[in-house]
């Protein structure tokens, strides 16, 4: 089966998604991409009946090479932070403290430092329709120099060298999302600076992590830092 691999892996963490509380029904969508070719979920099939055979297979262009059914309407999204940042994996969620945040500000600022995973604040794309070039071009704009971003009045998106580390990152964001709501309740956050977030980013550059992939084997290296 071609890209096999990532088709299991797709699987393997839309069902994660689920269990998670990342997403609701048939909402957010994931990719993986090998080369000039990437497996992307399908559009509005539920992830209990997903099967890596029904994961489909497209050219960075988005023509479907291996695709027994339409792909996500995001796949215009997908593409774009392909292109915005050379990454390996995406991840799109509506996870519920990120898509709340994503209806206040315009970023979120650095309450915590891991911030730094995203490469700084984490801004928010302007609102575009879903599945639209509109989307894609805002999401390029809030990847200019990140990993991640929140989609205004959406969701999220997060990408990865690998499914793993942006699934990961698209945890630790839904994470800093919570932790900002929380904070803003009871009071005016504290806010770290640039020059703390580029010590951290340094600090994570060279931290080693090791975790179990999608079919359960140990990799090194291929989860997002946790530094504790």
């Not at 990437?38 to 994961?55: H, K, M, N, Q, R």
């Not at 690998?162 to 803003?184: G, I, P, S």
């Not at 600076?193 to 084997?217: C, F, M, N, P």
Request: charged share 20%; net charge negative.
């Amino acid at each position: 089966m071609m890209l096999g691999e990532e088709r299991r892996a797709v699987v393997a963490y839309c069902r994660r998604m689920v269990a998670d509380g990342l997403v609701v029904g048939t909402s957010g969508n994931i990719s993986a991409r090998r080369g000039e070719l990437i497996a992307v979920t399908p559009s509005g099939l539920a992830y209990e009946e997903l099967t890596p055979e029904l994961v489909g297979v497209h050219r960075l262009d988005g023509t479907p090479v291996d695709a027994p059914l339409p792909p996500t309407t995001e796949l215009p999204t997908h593409l774009a932070a392909y292109r915005a940042t050379g990454g390996n994996a995406v991840v799109h969620t509506h996870s519920t403290a990120a898509t709340a945040v994503a209806t206040l500000v315009d970023e979120l600022p650095s309450v915590h430092y891991l911030v730094a995973l995203f490469g700084g604040p984490i801004r928010v794309a302007r609102y575009a329709t879903y599945g639209t070039d509109d989307l894609a071009d805002s999401v390029t704009e809030a990847l200019t120099g990140r990993t991640g971003c929140l989609l205004g009045n959406h969701g999220t998106i997060a990408v990865g060298d690998t499914l793993a580390k942006a699934y990961a990152k698209a945890q630790y964001l839904e994470w800093l999302c919570d932790v900002w709501l929380r904070a803003k309740a009871a009071g005016e956050p504290r806010v770290l600076d640039a020059a703390e977030i580029d010590r951290v980013s340094q600090k994570l550059a060279s931290y080693g992590a090791t975790v179990h992939d999608a079919r359960g084997d140990v990799t090194e290296g291929d989860a997002t830092p946790d530094p504790r």
